[in-house]
């Protein structure tokens, strides 16, 4: 009896122990740190290390400036930690649990691809880990209903919408023929793009998907396309493909204009695509930091050539931000991961990189418009 | 717009073709599924990217170090993986083929990592207009190869003396060792030959597209895999009709039905085809011996 006594005291001192430091939660954290996920090898892994350094430039002005600088985690700084998805849908997944799992990680950011991203979503969500992607564009993220999805960059439907604008009223072409790559990612922007030509009194003549990653060959499309009298292409895919497919088209012989979704004015595409046949290509891209005189972004670029020795892609400021709202959610009053999403939204106009930023509902931000590129003398420049 | 899609077709046949035949003839010869045969000619392909744009080594002598390379290469994944089990069951073997071609593929990313590289075109790829129709005269080219070789690789079978020890050693290994014929290096030799064609099948490949990436690799073991199958596996003017047929379906699939499920519609009819005709279009059925 005494035996089973003495158990019981020890067993009732242990969950109270247990009970009180749980409730100890508004604990300094030893920094605040950050899960970069997204491709690091791969097809797509350009964006993935645009990423990384984004969220390294940031992490590294929030350090210096001595960490959160107000509430209850101030001075505590930030860190990254880097995963590698490859743009795999079960490699991200796998990744999510692991960040579920793991208590020390604040906040995913990422991931790149649409499909990583609502692979994601429901294990985040349901793990109770707020998700803040700088580049996946699928409208179906954040008209689901999850909470602890936010998104810094442009919808499909925003591209879609604004290649269709570029066509209808930048070039004055009606007829169009789309390709698309049989992602989520691209299914979103032709998703769009589609009533939105429509509507512009466009013609969509056809709509073809081709697999990324592995078909290499286009010309059956192409024959198809050139058949149909399209007056202008639109390619919503990532620049694997539409490197070649640029390719392919001029050297059937046709001159026909191409607008390309985001994503694309890349050194790859102009390798793949062969410079001599970037001409009629029409590139929607986000605001172009190399050219803004923001004092915001001049900073931010010249830390970043000086931290990587190289200017900074058009899409490593989107990372930026999101590492920033995060930032602003913590000194708004967030002391734990599991309520990062409700302090997120309490942010109205914070001044990111990339323009003012307030979620709405979905998750979503009102972005500055999309601009036009056009590719001369080796280079993407502004289109007049 | 029909006779345009054919003349696609046909031209990615070709270059289907000159992969198809070195898959085919290790088949043909030595029963073996080698689905290293795809990540062996990348090996390739990529050795010939990196001297044509990093060293800058004049086209000839990259294609030549390249397809030795891939000669090499396959007849090593002979000795280390094949041989050993020489005697089991065939499905032993494609396992380790599997194997073989992992390992390729892994160490193939850490070299050359997994993007997508600009391949410079050596054989011109310009378009003829001939009437209505855009031809391009690389594929053509390649088509024009294959069957070079494969006329001479038919020749060197019938009165070449190693020719005749590799047939031998197809029909009866046991049988060949007993009249003298070096069996281990004929295989090796066979492999080699495979792997060289696969090489130059390759260049013509990612020279055609201007792309090479190591994806290309399996897709392409995939698609000659199908092609010997379809044309009747073993069987070299099989592998010839194989992979324009392939190539054809792709193209006709991709135009009239849909794009996005090409490779889809294109194993259908390889099924379709095998359930009429099992042993493929050109295959003799073998009969096994008890």
């Known amino acids: 009896m005494k035996q089973s006594i003495r158990l019981m005291i020890i067993g009732l001192l242990l969950v109270v122990f247990l009970v009180v430091s749980a409730g100890c939660g508004g604990k300094k954290p030893e920094s605040i740190k950050l899960a970069s996920v997204s491709p690091k090898t791969g097809p797509w892994a350009t964006y993935g290390h645009d990423q990384r350094k984004g969220m390294e430039v940031a992490i590294e002005v929030i350090n210096e400036a001595g960490g959160i600088s107000q509430g209850p985690f101030k001075g505590v700084k930030f860190e990254i930690e880097v995963f590698d998805d490859r743009g795999d849908p079960k490699e991200s997944a796998n990744i999510a649990q692991k960040l579920v799992a793991d208590e020390s990680i604040f906040a995913m950011v990422g991931p790149t691809n649409s499909s990583c991203a609502l692979a994601d979503a429901p294990i985040l969500e349901k793990g109770g880990v707020t998700m803040v992607t700088d580049l996946a564009t699928t409208p179906e993220l954040t008209n689901q209903g999850y909470e602890r999805v936010f998104r810094t960059y442009f919808t499909g439907i925003t591209e879609g919408k604004a290649m269709a604008m570029v066509a209808l009223e930048t070039l004055g072409l009606k007829r169009m023929y789309v390709f698309y790559e049989n992602t989520d990612y691209g299914a979103g922007i032709q998703g769009a793009l589609v009533p939105a030509m429509e509507d512009g009194a466009g013609e969509v003549l056809g709509v073809d998907a081709y697999t990324p990653g592995q078909d290499t060959d286009f010309s059956p499309l192409i024959t198809k396309a050139r058949n149909a009298g399209a007056e202008v292409i639109g390619i919503c895919g990532s620049y694997n493909e539409s490197g070649l497919i640029i390719r392919q088209v001029r050297t059937a012989g046709w001159d026909v204009p191409i607008v390309i979704c985001t994503g694309n004015n890349h050194p790859n595409t102009i390798e793949l695509a062969g410079a001599e046949n970037l001409y009629n290509a029409y590139f929607t891209s986000p605001p172009v930091i190399g050219d803004s005189t923001d004092p915001n972004v001049v900073a931010f670029r010249e830390k970043f050539e000086e931290k990587f020795g190289e200017k900074p892609g058009d899409y490593t400021a989107y990372a930026y931000d999101a590492v920033m709202v995060i930032k602003e959610a913590i000194e708004l009053g967030c002391q734990s991961r599991d309520e990062l999403h409700t302090y997120l939204r309490k942010i109205e106009n914070y001044q990111g990189l990339t323009g003012p930023i307030t979620f709405d509902e979905g998750g979503d931000v009102m972005q500055p418009g999309i601009v036009l590129l056009a590719f001369e003398n080796g280079e993407y420049v502004l289109y007049e | ?290």
């Open chain 2, 1 to 290: 717009m029909l006779l345009q899609q054919i003349v696609n077709g046909l031209a990615l046949g070709s270059i289907y073709v000159l992969i198809t035949i070195g898959y085919s003839m290790v088949y043909g010869i030595l029963q073996l599924m080698n689905f290293a045969h795809g990540d062996v000619y990348m090996v390739g392909a990529l050795v010939a990217f990196s001297l044509l744009t990093t060293y800058h080594v004049n086209v000839v002598a990259s294609c030549l170090i390249a397809v030795l390379v891939g000669a090499m290469l396959a007849a090593l994944v002979e000795r280390v993986a094949y041989r050993p089990l020489l005697g089991k069951d065939r499905t032993v073997s494609m396992i380790t083929a599997l194997g073989a071609a992992l390992v390729i593929r892994n160490g193939e990313e850490l070299v050359w990592g997994v993007a997508a590289h600009g391949f410079p075109s050596f054989v011109q790829t310009t378009t003829l207009q001939i009437g209505n129709l855009q031809v391009s005269v690389v594929q053509f080219f390649t088509l024009l190869v294959s069957v070079v070789v494969i006329i001479g690789f038919n020749l060197f079978l019938k009165y070449h003396k190693v020719g005749k020890s590799i047939r031998c050693v197809a029909q009866d290994i046991p049988v060949a060792k007993l009249m003298g014929i070096p069996t281990g290096k004929t295989i090796s030799l066979v492999y080699a030959i495979g792997g060289a064609l696969g090489v130059l099948g390759a260049l013509l490949y990612c020279s055609s597209y201007n792309v090479v990436f190591i994806g290309m690799g399996f897709a392409g073991t995939m698609k000659a895999f199908s092609a010997a199958i379809l044309g009747g596996i073993g069987n070299l003017n099989g592998a010839l009709l194989g992979g324009l047929i392939l190539g054809l379906s792709e193209s006709l699939a991709a135009s009239y039905i849909s794009s996005a499920y090409r490779d889809a519609i294109s194993f259908l009819l390889l099924i379709g085809i095998l359930l009429i005709k099992p042993s493929g279009l050109l295959g003799r059925h073998i009969s096994q011996k008890a």
